[in-house]
């Protein structure tokens, strides 16, 4: 027996164990320490802001802390409120617009009943009386079929809809548990960053604690880059639809442009939650020119999108574009419109332990 393969295939099994081991871990661990987890988050992403007040401004660390949750705090309430007062004008206009457009979509699906559907069930009741009695059971019994079908996913759909809404209402106390205790652990964790690292690194060896700082450090830099990608593709395409709307003399394009660049965010389908109605509706009532021009606006967003994303993307990670393209091909592939962001991620985690020779180290522990 050749020891040495014997020894490496145990040490191979004992460092895939562990992995696994470790992943378990932390996915069941998460499920009850996720509101610690979005604090040390918040606190990661918020430190350079800490920093600066604490150094700069030579303000004490506790102040500066709360200092950096009140800005952030107040920005995204004056978002909030800015999105609020945008959606009240909206529903304003709305409000003034939509009767008459109403009027004419009624007006256009009763034209249309009079002298298409009519006429056409005329023609199909003449058809069917003219078919043989088992003829006339069949397509009978397919209707019932048909209208049985319809009926029962219905009914399924309303039920479901109407036994999550006690859930829905559940989630609010439970989410406003999960805001203030992740409130609280951003404040501790922020307050004391440098003694929890020094703590950390204390626990580790000294080769594990190097690398540790290169992953976290490489990770970092990725983060932050990602978070720059993602505003720099949702400013392009802002852009392209605020010019397109004003090209086209929509109302309220600029208010149109930044809620349509802040659904961009959602993956893959973005812009066309706002687009796709939109069209449809503006076709129905007859405004073809502004639903062909909404249509080449729509598809000129797509494609600028597809093409800058894994540029933008593997210039801000530091990535190669072919290798982005094909995590976000992977990623939404296997997990659907979450891994347009998930593969990506999983790129820069692997490369980034990569560049900290972490698989080489266990490499080099396999082979002994």
Do not use: C
């Amino acid at each position: 027996m050749n020891y040495t393969y014997l020894h490496r295939t145990l040490r191979f099994i004992l460092v895939i164990s562990i992995v696994i081991v470790g992943f378990l871990a932390l996915f069941y661990l998460s499920k009850v320490t996720y509101p610690f987890i979005i604090g040390f988050l918040i606190a990661f992403l918020m430190n350079p802001l800490v920093n600066f007040f604490h150094t700069k401004a030579r303000m004490p660390r506790v102040l500066a802390v709360i200092l950096s949750l009140l800005i952030i705090f107040a920005f995204f309430a004056g978002l909030i409120t800015l999105l609020v007062a945008e959606i009240v004008s909206g529903a304003d206009y709305l409000a003034t617009v939509v009767p008459t457009h109403l009027e004419t979509l009624i007006d256009y699906i009763e034209h249309l009943f009079a002298s298409q559907i009519i006429p056409l069930y005329n023609q199909l009741s003449n058809m069917f009386d003219n078919l043989g009695t088992g003829q006339q059971n069949t397509i009978l019994e397919n209707i019932e079929n048909v209208g049985r079908t319809i009926g029962t996913t219905l009914g399924d759909f309303i039920q479901n809809f109407f036994e999550k809404i006690p859930n829905i209402f559940s989630w609010f106390p439970n989410a406003a548990t999960v805001v203030i205790f992740s409130l609280l652990a951003t404040f501790f964790i922020s307050k004391d960053w440098y003694q929890l690292s020094a703590k950390i690194g204390k626990l580790l060896p000294a080769k594990a604690k190097s690398s540790g700082k290169t992953v976290f450090s490489d990770l970092k830099k990725a983060l932050f880059g990602f978070g720059k990608a993602q505003l720099t593709l949702i400013s392009i395409t802002t852009i392209i639809i605020l010019v397109g709307l004003l090209i086209l003399r929509v109302d309220y394009a600029i208010t149109i442009a930044l809620v349509t660049g802040l659904v961009d965010i959602i993956p893959y389908l973005g812009t066309g939650l706002i687009f796709v109605p939109w069209i449809i509706y503006e076709a129905l009532i007859g405004e073809i020119p502004l639903a062909i021009g909404l249509g080449v606006l729509y598809i000129i967003v797509l494609v600028q999108r597809q093409v800058m994303e894994p540029k933008v993307l593997s210039s801000n990670i530091g990535l190669d574009p072919l290798a982005t393209l094909i995590a976000l091909f992977v990623g939404f592939k296997l997990i659907g419109f979450l891994g347009l962001i998930v593969g990506p991620v999983t790129l820069v985690i692997i490369t980034t332990l990569h560049r900290a020779n972490v698989f080489k180290d266990l490499w080099g522990y396999i082979k002994g």
